[in-house]
């Protein structure tokens, strides 16, 4: 147990933080590759295999360490079924520090495996996950310098793993020719199907085959494969041809591309966007309205949507419907004006430290897709603007971190609460014993007494038989009764000595006739009393095994009792000064990267508030133009009416009117109400001037 919470402080600091490039990754196998094992012959090995296949890293990482340091201090490790996957493991480390993004530590185990005294292919294996360690930390001419370390073929079940990196590292540093060629090679690997086919696109554009890369692409477009990360391949892929044509002005072409967008995918939104500007840009602003309307009923908060609020009065406007791209505008003008108002809002929450708490939520690691689900959240309207910013590689290496810290404190906060509970248990333990073994003491040395002298009396008679075997004394094995009558015989003897008077003949003839057959029947039965107190010698050692096994046993328990509570307070104060030293660096590192990730999210809504801004500038303008146009619309519309309905009385007043003699030209007629007829060619009405301002169209 100590050991295991020595390793954990050990592990508490992260490393650096890694970044993840631009072109399409393929999905990382989740089973460590260097902890496949086909026979499992030790329970803590297993234990790490299983905390690894559950993505649990640190617990692996830290079993692991924890049998490896205790395995080097073995006498005989030979003996222990861990000497199985003791090299195995050792490589496993350095896989899982790399799966926990401790790039550091996992660099300083791959670089000993290549200076150490192994197998090339291992070391292969090893200059690769080194390179793509590089690779993530964004340091390209390591990556590269890496892998040229391999010699020879990699282990296969990472070749094509090897040969994917190797043409993104060329693509990163500019070499795309190289790149296409490893990516030829890599098409048809079922591992990498569609990564593949659009990194090889990706880099054919790069390369200046514009063609080839298009054609690439357009295949990918077509069929990615099933599945929703394939879809959603398949869709980038042709967002991306979509946007790539538009700005060749192939405008047909890419109205195809985006055509084949799905409609409830993730890149749905973009796509009906560049739909729409795909026909404004051929100037049928009629049928750009058509995705621009649909987009503008969707989650107000999404970027495509809020620029599709512009880019619809604005197609009306071109259409001449100027009354209704006004209406549009002003609508345009209070939504962006609302997320305004929440975009502060949501600024001010962030730094209040609100999002960090959403963030050290438990569900924030347990839940699946827990970035998607913060849309359901109540009252919080922000975490769409962050849903962009939160799906980036960058950001979620940066939020894994954080939760890892998070994850650490709580871990040491356990820890620290367990130490307490040692602390507890063994103060009932010794409140529990101190009372009772001093009475159990001295029983205790009472049993030892006897025991001792049982000891001795075993000793002594273990040692009367085997003198038996060489000076044969038969009365040494009389019964009781026997030792009776010899000693009752030798006082009768001892009293007709002191009395001779007593004696006669036959009272001696007696005596010695009953000492005879005394010593006969000792004599007669020696061997047979031998034999059977050796057996009962025997059964006496069986007995006193068993008593001294009884004792031991005492004496451990004893012992026991004593260890459980004492000798502790040393180690959990020093256990406990190592967790509160790490509880400080884990704090101090979770404050940084809160900070990081408060400072991304400002800068993300700070960006999309600033844009907000900027659309409302434009809003308001073209809102004000579309008015003026509308009111000269208007008027001329009432002054073309003015005119029509002047004419039409004219011709109905010549139509009634009677022949009238000539006038002289010096004198215009009248009509009987002594106004002057209007001549046949009236002056033109003109438009009242207007004062219009820039608007942005």
């Known amino acids: 147990m100590n050991s295991r919470l020595?390793?954990?402080?050990?592990?508490?600091?992260?490393?650096?933080?890694?970044?993840?490039?631009?072109?399409?990754?393929?999905?990382?196998?989740?089973?460590?590759?260097?902890?496949?094992?086909?026979?499992?012959?030790?329970?803590?090995f297993g234990e790490a295999l299983f905390d690894a296949y559950q993505d649990n890293y640190f617990d692996a990482i830290t079993g692991l360490d924890t049998e490896l340091k205790q395995f080097r201090?073995?006498?005989?490790?030979?003996?222990?079924?861990?000497?199985?996957?003791?090299?195995?493991?050792?490589?496993?480390?350095?896989?899982?520090?790399?799966?926990?993004?401790?790039?550091?530590?996992?660099?300083?185990?791959?670089?000993?495996?290549?200076?150490?005294?192994?197998?090339?292919?291992?070391?292969?294996?090893?200059?690769?996950?080194?390179?793509?360690?590089?690779?993530?930390?964004?340091?390209?001419?390591?990556?590269?310098?890496?892998?040229?370390?391999?010699?020879?073929?990699?282990?296969?079940?990472?070749?094509?793993?090897?040969?994917?990196?190797?043409?993104?590292?060329?693509?990163?540093?500019?070499?795309f020719e190289e790149a296409v060629a490893l990516l030829k090679d890599l098409k048809g690997e079922k591992s990498l199907s569609g990564f593949v086919e659009y990194n090889l696109g990706i880099a054919l554009l790069k390369a200046?085959?514009?063609?080839?890369?298009?054609?690439?692409?357009?295949?990918?477009?077509?069929?990615?494969?099933?599945?929703?990360?394939?879809?959603?391949?398949?869709?980038?892929?042709?967002?991306?041809?979509?946007?790539?044509?538009?700005?060749?002005?192939e405008y047909e072409r890419a109205r195809t591309y985006f055509?084949?967008?799905?409609?409830?995918?993730?890149?749905?939104?973009?796509?009906?966007?560049?739909?729409?500007?795909?026909?404004?840009?051929?100037?049928?602003?009629?049928?750009?309205?058509?995705?621009?309307?649909?987009l503008?009923?969707?989650?107000?908060?999404?970027?495509?949507?809020?620029?599709?609020?512009?880019?619809?009065?604005?197609?009306?406007?071109?259409?001449?419907?100027?009354?209704?791209?006004?209406?549009?505008?002003?609508?345009?003008?209070?939504?962006?004006?609302?997320?305004?108002?929440?975009?502060?809002?949501?600024?001010?929450?962030?730094?209040?430290?609100?999002?960090?708490?959403a963030l050290r939520r438990k569900e924030a690691s347990q839940v699946k897709n827990w970035v998607v689900e913060l849309r359901k959240l109540p009252d919080a309207p922000e975490t769409h603007y962050l849903l962009d910013l939160m799906a980036s590689n960058d950001y979620q290496e940066f939020l894994r971190n954080y939760q890892d810290l998070n994850d650490?404190?709580?871990?040491?906060?356990?820890?620290?609460?367990?130490?307490?509970?040692?602390?507890?248990?063994?103060?009932?333990?010794?409140?529990y014993y101190e009372p009772i073994l001093p009475g159990l003491d001295v029983q205790f040395r009472q049993v030892d007494a006897r025991i001792k002298m049982r000891l001795e009396q075993r000793q002594h008679l273990a040692a009367r038989i085997e003198n038996l075997l060489v000076n044969r004394r038969p009365e040494l094995l009389a019964k009781s009764d026997e030792t009776e009558s010899r000693l009752l015989l030798e006082r009768i003897r001892e009293i007709l000595a002191y009395n001779p008077s007593l004696?006669?003949?036959?009272?001696?003839?007696?005596?010695?006739?009953?000492?005879?057959?005394?010593?006969?029947?000792?004599?007669?039965?020696?061997?047979?009393?031998?034999?059977?107190?050796?057996?009962?010698?025997?059964?006496?050692?069986?007995?006193?095994?068993?008593?001294?096994?009884?004792?031991q046993r005492y004496v451990r328990t004893r012992q026991a009792a004593t260890h459980s509570y004492e000798g502790y307070t040393d180690q959990i104060t020093s256990l406990r000064a190592g967790l509160n030293r790490a509880q400080d660096r884990i704090e101090l590192l979770?404050?940084?990267?809160?900070?990081?990730?408060?400072?991304?999210?400002?800068?993300?809504?700070?960006?999309?508030?600033?844009?907000?801004?900027?659309?409302?500038?434009?809003?308001?303008?073209?809102?004000?133009?579309?008015?003026?146009?509308?009111?000269?619309?208007?008027?001329?519309?009432?002054?073309?009416?003015?005119?029509?309905?002047?004419e039409q009385r004219m011709e109905e007043l010549k139509q009634s009117a009677p022949a009238q003699p000539d006038v002289p030209p010096s004198e215009p007629a009248a009509n009987p109400d002594g106004e002057p007829l209007p001549t046949d060619n009236p002056p033109e009405l003109e438009a009242p001037e207007r004062e219009t301002g820039d608007a942005d169209e």
């Open 6 to 44: 020595a390793s954990a402080i050990a592990g508490a600091a992260l490393a650096a933080l890694c970044a993840v490039p631009a072109q399409a990754k393929a999905p990382v196998d989740s089973d460590p590759s260097a902890l496949q094992t086909k026979t499992l012959r030790d329970l803590f």
């Open 503 to 551: 004696n006669s003949e036959e009272t001696e003839a007696r005596i010695a006739r009953l000492e005879g057959v005394l010593k006969f029947r000792l004599s007669r039965e020696f061997d047979e009393r031998l034999t059977e107190a050796y057996k009962h010698l025997q059964e006496l050692d069986t007995v006193i095994a068993t008593l001294q096994e009884t004792y």
């Open 296 to 357: 503008t009923q969707r989650q107000s908060t999404n970027a495509a949507v809020q620029e599709a609020m512009l880019a619809v009065p604005y197609a009306y406007g071109k259409l001449d419907v100027h009354s209704t791209a006004a209406v549009n505008y002003g609508q345009a003008l209070d939504l962006f004006g609302n997320q305004v108002d929440v975009l502060t809002r949501s600024i001010r929450s962030i730094r209040e430290g609100k999002l960090l708490e």
């Open 590 to 646: 979770m404050a940084r990267q809160g900070r990081m990730l408060e400072q991304l999210a400002i800068n993300e809504l700070d960006q999309r508030r600033a844009q907000l801004e900027s659309y409302q500038i434009k809003a308001r303008f073209a809102l004000a133009d579309s008015y003026d146009r509308a009111n000269e619309l208007q008027e001329q519309r009432a002054d073309q009416r003015k005119i029509e309905e002047y």
């Open 73 to 175: 201090l073995l006498d005989d490790p030979e003996l222990d079924p861990f000497s199985l996957h003791f090299g195995q493991a050792e490589f496993a480390v350095g896989d899982l520090e790399l799966s926990y993004r401790m790039h550091r530590e996992a660099g300083r185990a791959m670089e000993q495996v290549l200076n150490g005294d192994v197998s090339q292919p291992i070391k292969n294996e090893a200059a690769y996950r080194l390179a793509k360690i590089h690779y993530h930390k964004q340091q390209f001419a390591n990556a590269l310098h890496a892998l040229e370390l391999i010699q020879g073929r990699v282990p296969e079940r990472v070749r094509a793993e090897e040969q994917f990196l190797r043409a993104r590292v060329y693509m990163q540093l500019g070499r």
């Open 259 to 294: 055509d084949r967008v799905q409609l409830s995918g993730p890149f749905s939104n973009q796509a009906l966007l560049g739909a729409g500007w795909v026909e404004a840009n051929a100037g049928r602003f009629d049928r750009a309205l058509v995705p621009w309307q649909l």
């Open 208 to 249: 200046g085959e514009t063609e080839k890369g298009v054609l690439e692409l357009d295949g990918l477009g077509r069929n990615a494969g099933s599945g929703d990360a394939k879809s959603a391949l398949q869709d980038k892929t042709n967002l991306l041809l979509g946007y790539q044509l538009m700005e060749a002005k």
């Open 408 to 431: 650490l404190l709580e871990r040491n906060k356990d820890w620290l609460q367990s130490l307490d509970a040692f602390e507890e248990i063994i103060a009932v333990r010794r409140g």
